[in-house]
């Protein structure tokens, strides 16, 4: 059974940080483009960076550039997510998933584009 299990949420001021973690079990996804995205409450869930399977490719919606970074550890089965200089804008619940295509170099964005998710891991920042 494929499961991802988000942690690393909490509260935390603005300016501060917090590094999230996808652990995911049941299958490798060593060969399959990773994402993190996240839900405000009211609000459609937005993309937030992705990273090819090899780890080498990253990218980021253009309101995260520059404070968070992604990263993945294929042995592990691992899946990061470091977010620093954390503004009240950026509260949500933050989930990661599997692209649905081995090896895809294409840049993935829209929900629909990945399949596995995981219950998702609350981040409010306070103002």
């Known amino acids: 059974q494929v499961q991802l299990v988000e942690s690393g949420g909490g509260l935390v001021q603005a300016g501060g940080s917090l590094r999230l973690s996808c652990a995911a079990s049941?299958?490798?996804?060593?060969?399959?483009?990773m994402g993190w995205f996240r839900q405000a409450p009211g609000k459609e869930r937005e993309f937030v960076a992705r990273?090819?399977?090899?780890?080498?490719?990253?990218y980021y919606t253009d309101s995260v550039k520059g404070r968070f970074t992604i990263s993945r550890d294929n042995a592990k089965n691992m899946v990061y997510l470091q977010m620093n200089s954390l503004k009240p804008e950026d509260t949500a619940v933050y989930y990661c998933?599997?692209?649905?295509?081995?090896?895809?170099?294409?840049?993935?964005?829209?929900?629909?584009?990945?399949?596995?998710w995981g219950q998702g891991t609350q981040v409010t920042v306070s103002s």
């Open positions: 990273i090819s399977w090899s780890g080498g490719d990253t």
């Open positions: 998933a599997v692209d649905r295509a081995r090896f895809r170099g294409s840049i993935t964005r829209r929900p629909d584009e990945y399949n596995y």
């Open positions: 049941g299958r490798s996804f060593s060969t399959y483009a």
